[in-house]
């Protein structure tokens, strides 16, 4: 792993874990499973462009998904 996967892996975690933390805290489904997502699947995917294309539409969807 790549010093700058590392770092944007890190930075996805860490916005994953406030919007964790921010949905638990509110019983907010959305950020909940946002959150869990975020902190997951950097593990999962091998280039930068699509760790920062999936990690991009992640954070977006609880703007845009209200529930």
């Known amino acids: 792993m790549d010093a700058t996967m590392m770092m944007w ?3 996805f975690g860490a916005i994953g874990m406030g919007y964790f933390v ?3 805290r509110q019983r907010a489904i959305v950020p909940l ?4 997502t975020l902190c997951v699947y950097p593990y ?4 930068v462009s699509s760790l920062l294309i999936i990690g991009v ?3 977006a969807i609880p ?3 209200r529930l």
């Open 44 to 47: 999962f995917v091998a280039s």
């Open 63 to 65: 703007y845009f998904i």
């Open 22 to 24: 921010y949905g638990k």
């Open 9 to 11: 892996s890190v930075l």
């Open 57 to 59: 539409v992640l954070v």
């Open 33 to 36: 499973c946002v959150g869990m």
